[in-house]
């Protein structure tokens, strides 16, 4: 009984020492953009059907001074097709001709797309994104 609760009192001086948590461990880290480490979602999340099924959701993140455009595609799009293009922006509704913060890729398995971090904290966006031709937008945050 002597070696359990000395084995014991070790592992929770291990514990304390090494900052490691035996109970109730954080879940990992969620995604950032990139040069961003803290990112909070403004507006609504927008899912993309495909084929009748929730294939993606279209988000926008505010953070570091700038707006993001966020895609993730859900596992059960990912595993019925080989591969997929992937397409975001932000659009700032006082210059609706322009597209900011834009990325693509093409042909890919990536289950997320970040777009580059868009200079319009100050004006009224929305994010959109493209799962290959199906498209959709958040709401718009002023």
Same mark, same amino acid.
Not at 26 to 34: F, G, I, K, M, Y
Not at 49 to 67: D, E, F, H, I, L
């Given at each position: 009984m002597?070696?359990?609760a000395r084995t014991g009192s070790i592992v929770c001086a291990l514990v304390a020492?090494?900052?490691l948590s035996l109970v109730n461990a954080?879940?990992?880290?969620?995604?950032?953009?990139?040069g961003c480490g803290s990112v909070s979602q403004i507006g609504s999340t927008r899912v993309l059907?495909?084929?009748?099924?929730?294939? /993606?959701?279209?988000?926008?993140?505010? +953070?570091?001074?700038? #707006?993001y455009?966020?895609?993730?595609?859900?596992?059960?799009?990912?595993?019925?097709r080989a591969d997929w293009d992937l397409y975001v922006y932000i659009v700032n509704h006082s210059d609706s001709g322009?597209?900011?913060g834009e990325a693509r890729v093409d042909n890919t398995r990536r289950s997320e797309l970040w777009g580059p971090g868009a200079d319009t904290t /100050?004006?009224?966006?929305?994010?959109? +994104?493209?799962?290959? #031709?199906t498209g959709g937008s958040t709401s718009t945050v002023c």
């Open positions: 002597r070696l359990i020492l090494t900052g954080p879940s990992a880290a969620a995604s950032t953009p990139s059907t495909v084929g009748g099924m929730n294939a /993606a959701s279209v988000k926008q993140y505010a +953070g570091c001074g700038r #707006n455009a966020y895609l993730y595609v859900w596992q059960q799009f990912r595993n019925t322009n597209d900011y /100050a004006y009224c966006t929305h994010a959109t +994104g493209f799962l290959d #031709n």
